[in-house]
């Protein structure tokens, strides 16, 4: 028996709005690739309005390895692993 309560952390694994202090208001943002490590990958937040970062995430290699693994189930396992 499988448990679905996995998947549903991962729905709010991505930020899809953080309070931007330059806008003074919770603000979509859009993720970009900051910094690529051997372990793991590092993620800038940008406001989509005034382009400030607002957050930060870190990426590692499990955790990319799972998201890859659920991204490629909902896309009909047309993306790669690795
Ligand atoms: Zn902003």
């Known amino acids: 028996m499988t448990a679905p309560m996995n998947q549903q952390?991962?729905?709010?694994?991505?930020?899809?709005s953080l309070y931007c202090e330059?806008?003074?208001?919770a603000m979509p943002v859009r993720?970009?690739?900051l910094l690529v490590l051997p372990d793991r990958e590092?993620?800038?937040y940008?406001?989509?309005e005034?382009?400030?970062?607002?957050?930060?995430?870190?990426?590692?290699?499990?955790?990319?390895?799972?998201a890859q693994a659920i991204g490629a189930?909902?896309?009909g396992?047309?993306?790669r692993l690795g």
């Open 31 to 33: 993720e970009r690739l």
């Open 46 to 48: 940008l406001c989509t």
């Open 73 to 75: 189930r909902r896309h």
């Open 9 to 16: 952390q991962f729905e709010n694994f991505t930020a899809s």
């Open 42 to 44: 590092i993620f800038d």
């Open 50 to 66: 005034c382009g400030s970062s607002v957050g930060r995430r870190e990426v590692t290699a499990g955790e990319k390895m799972m």
């Open 22 to 25: 330059k806008c003074k208001a």
């Open 77 to 79: 396992r047309s993306a």
